[in-house]
């Protein structure tokens, strides 16, 4: 069966620090992946989106860079942590049938601090 | 870019009541999507709506598309604890690559 692995479920990370966070699928191959962002009372923002390995498409300008080193993995990542990279971060991927959506990971939820 | 706006922002029903959440594009919806999250998790998957005038149903729960693809409404007939939580409408591109989405709308069922 297909599934999607995303860690640390919690972060709490001082200004400055660096920031790496991991999604994994599995029981499938060749997905388009996601992250997005979710601000505390605010919808979700989708931050990049790859659609192959090493293909990575930045929807928002930021603090931050992803990464898809291998056909299941995204990473999200940041050399300096600032105070508005707070929030809960969620990975997703997508099937190539478009009626089945998008399957999201549990998410983390980051505190900068 | 593509806007989503959803109302209301937030909802307070009692349990057994029937109620209605609104989604309005900016543009011409080629997929719509409607999530459930409770709080602090992932996003569930409702349903999907792609042509115009649309309707699907799941359980209690019955979304529209309207015919010129601009609007959809999540209804939910005699209203569960269960319910609660975060509703979110989510418009694919027209190659389907992205998802972006709504502001989402806030629903506590109270007994």
């Known amino acids: 069966s297909q599934t999607i692995h995303q860690w640390p479920a919690t972060l709490v990370q001082p200004v400055g620090s660096p920031l790496s966070l991991e999604c994994t699928v599995e029981?499938?191959?060749?997905?388009?992946l996601y992250w997005y962002r979710q601000a505390a009372g605010r919808g979700l923002q989708l931050l990049f989106y790859s659609v192959g390995i090493g293909q990575i498409s930045s929807e928002v300008p930021q603090n931050l860079s992803a990464s898809r080193p291998q056909d299941r993995q995204f990473i999200l990542s940041s050399k300096k942590l600032l105070l508005s990279d707070s929030g809960f971060y969620l990975c997703?991927?997508?099937?190539?049938?478009?009626?089945?959506?998008?399957?999201f990971g549990s998410g983390t939820r980051l505190t900068v601090v | 870019s593509q806007e989503l706006e959803q109302s209301p922002q937030s909802l307070i029903v009692q349990e057994g009541k029937n109620l209605t959440i609104n989604c309005t594009s900016s543009k011409t919806l080629y997929g719509l999507y409607w999530y459930k999250q409770k709080y602090g998790e992932g996003l569930i998957f409702l349903m999907m709506l792609q042509k115009g005038g649309e309707e699907k149903s799941h359980e209690k729960i019955t979304a529209k598309l309207d015919e010129k693809k601009q609007q959809s409404s999540l209804h939910i007939t005699a209203s569960q604890p269960s319910h609660a939580g975060i509703y979110l409408c989510g418009a694919g591109n027209f190659g389907n690559e992205k998802l972006t989405f709504g502001t989402g709308t806030r629903l506590t069922i109270i007994p």
């Open positions: 997703a991927w997508k099937t190539g049938v478009m009626s089945y959506g998008y399957t």
């Open positions: 029981g499938t191959s060749n997905p388009n």
